[in-house]
């Protein structure tokens, strides 16, 4: 047998193969297999925690979602409430205004009234008086002499009705 022959030399790589495919089976087929399936266990693992990490982001994306649709709610309540008591203060002190407005009017009418009455008073005071001195002065006058004394006498006996 020929060693070199083309033959021979397929017969001994066949040998060199097959021993060496049962040496990589016994020493290397099994670390190789346990790496590449641990490879793909922690694959597999990442691409679960990768999808649990998405339905996660899409779980806190509608909770943030929701939370700030609560916070606008709640705002827009916050700002119906402070238009709501804007409005009755202003309401509230408009009433209140327009009630010490009608106080401070009828209060000025009650002294305006009174100060009518006190001006009349005095006025009348001040014609009577007038009057006392014009009275004073004629009968002064008409009683100066006698004849102007007799008759007034006579003028005022004779509106005198007796009964």
């Known amino acids: ?17 097959i021993v060496f495919f049962l040496l990589l089976r016994k020493f290397a087929w099994k670390p190789i297999l346990g790496a590449v399936k641990g490879r793909e266990e922690s694959i597999n693992n990442a691409l679960a925690s ?4 998405r339905r996660e982001m899409q779980n806190l994306t509608a909770d943030n979602e929701r ?4 916070a606008r709610l709640e705002r827009d309540n916050m700002l119906k409430e402070a238009r709501e008591m804007k409005d009755k203060m202003i309401a509230d002190s408009k009433k209140e205004a327009q009630i010490q407005g009608e106080r401070m009017i009828a209060q000025a009418k009650i002294a305006i009234e009174a100060e009518k009455n006190a001006a009349m008073a005095e006025l009348k005071s001040q014609v009577s008086i007038l009057s006392l001195n014009i009275a004073e002065k004629l009968l002064k006058d ?6 102007a004394q007799t008759k007034l006498i006579e003028n005022m006996l004779g509106d005198v009705k007796l009964n």
Not at 50 to 53: I, T
Not at 67 to 70: K, M
Not at 142 to 147: D, K, P, T, V
């Open 50 to 53: 990768a999808e649990s990490a």
């Open 142 to 147: 008409q009683l100066s002499n006698n004849e």
């Open 1 to 17: 047998m020929n060693l070199t022959a083309p033959e021979s030399l397929i017969f001994w790589t066949t040998i060199i193969f």
């Open 67 to 70: 939370i700030l649709q609560e």
